[in-house]
């Protein structure tokens, strides 16, 4: 499998502290991983480095290319980074968040919102409804929906289940996995909730203080001993 | 890590504004019956609101820049009087009125990007206060440059509408009040429909209210706001272009007191709100105006006071002003 996605050695820092301390990871074409890993373990900053919004150097290579630098450069090569607060536009309405989605595309928006309306039905009734009026849950599925509109190849979720109802955690991996399948977006999600992480993803990466600690198909790693303590918690 | 949030979710749409509504169709209705009582008083409540939309149009200028970069642009007046002094030129050079307003307008765009280019973008990341400052500057060097370039004296531009009067039921209404209404009304519903039906207004909105988010969706935030800085710019020159008749002399002071009358008009509205902007450019236009005609102390010379005691008093009693909302700010 060639790799969609490519870290080598990447380093990243907030002012003076440094976050990241030398990450390698990978993405296969089609594939879902999952990156875990304690509070502070830099997860999130891994995700910000993809996509530009922190300051990196290392290599990083999507599509056998070097990333750039820029967020809205890298969103257009086809990367939907679902941030740590689902990244609403709350003061818009749920339709303008959808087409916000699909900014960096050209063309007609009805044949997607279709497809949209298919994974989530309940979004016909609330094209006008301002977004930050949706419930957390909602928010969450909007934000998967924002992220489809934008035809990615590769999808980053940043704690998806984070602030959600077990049932709709449940709902959101499986909406997450159906993207994956039918549409064929490698996914790349960051995961406090260990258990429903590694039943989605093919592989996994276990970060510690900024650097990766173990690595390995789901598989592997569910029987490991130290990520079954730490992380499943038997 | 504490952060300041930009704009926090708002929960539900803000309707609720029955008070507001109930005091602007009071208004309305004064002035209505105002006008069916008296000539003079429909004749200053027109003449009122041709320069209130004026104020509205430089408010909202000043408003689109606020709500993108939570700055207001001292400039603002005067890059309307500069692009004014471009359209000045043109009809010296020949061009028709019209030829050259179109052509100022394109420029004034040009105008806008370049200012946020040029000087306000390397300083944007440091701080609100030392983009305050630049457009401060900003004020002080366009009024230099264009004094240099076309000097201090008093310069004739010709009337655009000309100079009839409509008599509509004994009232006379000049076609100079009509068109300028009607030009910045347009403008202004213009401006409205590119920010509501297009994608580039979309993306505009979205790098206002959250650029953080913006950027993760490919929009180009540095571009949008520079596109916004443009359309400002092009806003206040019509302002100008529609203040010059208003005031009929064109010299490089000529946009200040209706910047201070236009940055009334945007606290008034709110700040953040361009229905805000044009409504309560249109309420001080007409305010000051009818005092202007009625109460007796209050010449010409103490217009901006009065104007800007009453603003004191809303301000007092409510801070958000007409249209505003109260922002909740998370540290």
């Known amino acids: ?234 | 890590m504490v952060e300041l949030t930009r704009r926090l979710p708002t929960m539900g749409r803000r309707l609720p504004v029955s008070p507001l509504i109930i005091l602007l169709g009071a208004a309305c209705v004064f002035l209505l019956v105002g006008s069916l009582e008296s000539t003079i008083f429909a004749q200053q409540t027109v003449s009122g609101v041709a320069i209130g939309v004026v104020y509205g149009s430089l408010a909202l200028a000043l408003v689109l820049i606020y709500r993108a970069t939570e700055v207001i642009n001292f400039a603002q007046g005067e890059m309307a009087m500069a692009t004014t002094y471009i359209a000045y030129q043109l009809i010296l050079w020949g061009l028709s009125y019209w030829e050259a307003f179109f052509i100022t307008l394109v420029l004034a765009f040009v105008f806008g990007v370049v200012v946020q280019l040029a000087v306000v973008r390397p300083v944007a990341h440091k701080s609100v206060i030392a983009v305050v400052i630049v457009t401060v500057g900003l004020f002080i060097l366009i009024d230099g440059i264009v004094a240099w370039i076309w000097t201090a004296d008093i310069k004739f531009m010709p009337a655009p509408f000309g100079n009839h009067a409509y008599n509509l039921g004994g009232v006379a209404i000049s076609r100079q009040d009509l068109g300028t209404i009607a030009i910045t009304l347009v403008s202004v519903v213009v401006l409205w429909a590119l920010f509501r039906f297009t994608k580039l207004g979309l993306g505009m909105r979205a790098a206002a209210l959250r650029p953080a988010s913006a950027s993760l969706v490919g929009v180009r935030v540095d571009r949008m706001l520079a596109v916004g800085w443009g359309l400002a710019a092009v806003l206040g020159a019509v302002a100008g272009l529609m203040a010059e008749p208003a005031v009929l002399v064109l010299q490089p002071t000529f946009m200040q007191p209706i910047l201070l009358y236009g940055f009334a008009a945007a606290v008034l509205g709110g700040l953040e709100s361009p229905a805000g902007a044009v409504v309560g450019g249109i309420a001080i236009g007409v305010f000051v105006n009818l005092v202007g005609q009625y109460v007796h102390f209050v010449t010409s010379d103490v217009r901006q006071p009065v104007a800007f005691a009453v603003l004191l008093v809303v301000l007092l009693i409510k801070p958000t002003g007409l249209f505003g909302r109260r922002r909740v700010r998370k540290v």
């Open chain 1, 1 to 234: 499998m060639s790799a969609l996605l490519e870290l080598e050695d990447v380093h990243a820092r907030y002012g003076p502290v440094r976050a990241l301390h030398g990450v390698s990871l990978a993405v296969g074409e089609g594939e879902v991983v999952a990156v875990l890993g304690a509070n502070g373990a830099g997860k999130t900053t891994t995700l910000r480095a993809i996509s530009g919004t922190v300051h990196r150097n290392g290599a990083l290579r999507f599509a056998g290319r070097a990333l750039p630098g820029e967020p809205d450069a890298v969103a257009r090569l086809g990367i939907a980074h679902v941030p740590e607060g689902r990244g609403t536009f709350a003061e818009l309405s749920v339709w303008e968040n959808l087409r916000l989605g699909a900014y960096t595309r050209r063309g007609s928006l009805k044949s997607d919102f279709d497809r949209v309306l298919a994974y989530f039905p309940w979004l016909a009734d609330r094209r006008n409804q301002q977004a930050g009026t949706l419930s957390g849950g909602e928010q969450q599925m909007l934000a998967l929906a924002r992220a489809f509109m934008q035809h990615p190849r590769l999808l980053l979720l940043d704690e998806p289940s984070l602030g959600l109802a077990p049932l709709l955690v449940s709902e959101v991996f499986r909406i997450v996995r159906e993207l994956n399948e039918n549409e064929g977006v490698s996914v790349l999600v960051v995961e406090q909730n260990a258990h429903i992480a590694l039943q989605v993803a093919q592989a996994a990466f276990v970060l510690e203080v900024g650097r990766v600690a173990l690595a390995g198909p789901t598989a592997d790693l569910q029987q490991h001993e130290s990520v079954r303590k730490s992380y499943l918690g038997y």
